[in-house]
Structure formats: C-alpha cells, structure tokens
C-alpha cells in the first residue's frame, strides 16, 4: 500500500465515483494470515449486509484469501468497509 492512506483512498474515491453508478456490487478481496480469528473478523464486518464470501487457503495453508461479493451504497461505505477491517493484523487489501 501507499505510504499515506488518506491520498490511497481519495483517489480510490474519485475512482469508484467516476467507473460506476451506485449502488453498485463491489468486490472486496483481502489476504490474511491464516491464524486465529482473521477470517472470522473479515466475515463478521461484512455480517448482514447479503455478502457472498469465499475463502481459499494458499497451498501452504499460512494465508486465507477471502472474496466479498456485495452490494454497497456508495464509494465511502466501500472505503469505510477498508478502513475497518485494516485493523485486522497482518491483512493486505487487493
């Protein structure tokens, strides 16, 4: 990722803003380190919103990647759903 989040996602912003009409489905893909309650903390901050989520382990089985496939109001609610699961050690954001 960028060295300052904040132009990262102002121009993820202005991207999402000019590529589609919203609402719109948005696919959010993420790798995490396969240990303790990643995947789970991914799933739960996508909980109730429809998301369809799907998970593969890396041949090693030391990283999950997980897809969201889910309908979002708007570009800050996709950004909002960025900043959120950041908190997630170790998570990178594709």
Do not use: H
Not at 7 to 28: H, I, M, Q
Request: no cysteine; glycine share 4%.
């Amino acid at each position: 990722m960028e060295k300052n989040p904040e132009d990262f996602y102002e121009r993820l912003k202005v991207e999402l803003e000019n590529s589609s009409t919203w609402p719109a489905v948005y696919l959010f893909k993420f790798i995490v380190p396969s240990k303790a309650d990643n995947v789970i903390r991914v799933e739960d901050a996508f909980n109730e919103m429809g998301a369809v989520i799907k998970t593969t382990k890396s041949k090693t089985g030391k990283f999950t990647s997980i897809s969201v496939d889910v309908n979002m109001k708007n570009p800050q609610e996709i950004i909002k759903k960025y900043i959120e699961v950041s908190t997630i050690k170790g998570i990178i954001s594709l």
